[in-house]
């Protein structure tokens, strides 16, 4: 996805969703503009709930029908909150679980980085992002990928960013594990509510 994509996007979503526009100077821009837009008429519940759902959709980057069967799954789970559900099935891809270890900088490259099967799960090589991974799952950088000029950087320093709190990164040994199931939080910048307004309506 090309940068200006990106901006014009989080710009129609409301919401800094990609990684290169959660900037001081992106938010900036956009107070800016909201000021200076003068008079917007207000936005239809469906208009809402499609917002929401572009959001998530954009954010982990799959398709519609990808979501939609997540949406079900979470729906007709037992024993879990339809949020937490839904969240877990996002957070369990093998991008996501990439992607929040901290290695790489965005889900974009790190998906990419799947999809070209550089990384491992349980010593067997796979590129399917999707991939739903188990908490047993141990996840490792390929032995010829580290011979690269991009992976020698990455084991060469500290990861980019911090892991989240249900994923853990042996920095040691460059193993990445998912040790909790992550939980939903009303202070997330996705309205799951209203997403499964969406798709129940």
Same mark, same amino acid.
């Given at each position: &996805?090309?940068?200006?994509?990106?901006?014009? #996007?989080?710009?129609? %979503?409301?919401?800094p969703i990609f990684e290169k526009c959660q900037t001081s100077k992106f938010a900036l821009r956009e107070?800016?503009n909201s000021k200076s837009s003068g008079f917007s008429r207000p936005m239809s519940r469906f208009g809402r709930q499609l917002i929401e759902k572009q959001k998530l959709r954009f954010s982990?980057?799959?398709?519609?029908?990808?979501?939609?069967?997540?949406?079900?799954?979470? $729906?007709? @789970?037992?024993?879990?909150? /339809?949020?937490?559900? $839904?969240?877990? $099935? %996002?957070?369990?891809?093998?991008?996501?679980?990439?992607?929040?270890?901290?290695?790489?900088?965005?889900?974009?490259?790190?998906?990419? &980085?799947?999809? @070209?099967? @550089?990384? #491992?799960?349980?010593?067997?090589?796979?590129?399917?992002?999707?991939?739903? &991974?188990?908490?047993?799952?141990?996840?490792?950088? /390929?032995?010829? =990928?580290?011979?690269?000029?991009?992976?020698?950087?990455?084991?060469? =320093?500290?990861?980019?960013?911090?892991?989240?709190?249900?994923?853990?990164?042996?920095?040691?040994?460059?193993?990445?594990?998912?040790?909790? =199931?992550?939980?939903?939080?009303? =202070?997330?910048?996705?309205?799951?509510?209203?997403?499964?307004?969406?798709? $129940?309506?």
């Amino acid at each position: &996805m090309k940068r200006v994509k990106q901006y014009k #996007l989080s710009k129609r %979503l409301n919401t800094p969703i990609f990684e290169k526009c959660q900037t001081s100077k992106f938010a900036l821009r956009e107070q800016k503009n909201s000021k200076s837009s003068g008079f917007s008429r207000p936005m239809s519940r469906f208009g809402r709930q499609l917002i929401e759902k572009q959001k998530l959709r954009f954010s982990y980057g799959i398709n519609e029908k990808i979501l939609k069967n997540y949406v079900a799954a979470a $729906l007709k @789970h037992q024993t879990k909150k /339809r949020e937490d559900a $839904l969240l877990e $099935l %996002l957070e369990r891809r093998l991008d996501s679980v990439v992607y929040n270890s901290g290695l790489i900088n965005t889900r974009r490259m790190a998906r990419q &980085m799947v999809s @070209h099967g @550089h990384f #491992l799960v349980n010593g067997i090589k796979t590129n399917v992002p999707s991939r739903q &991974m188990k908490q047993t799952d141990k996840v490792t950088i /390929r032995e010829g =990928s580290k011979k690269t000029t991009l992976f020698n950087q990455l084991t060469s =320093s500290k990861p980019v960013r911090k892991s989240t709190d249900f994923i853990k990164f042996d920095e040691k040994n460059f193993i990445i594990s998912m040790e909790e =199931s992550p939980v939903y939080s009303d =202070s997330s910048i996705f309205d799951f509510a209203t997403i499964f307004e969406f798709y $129940l309506r």
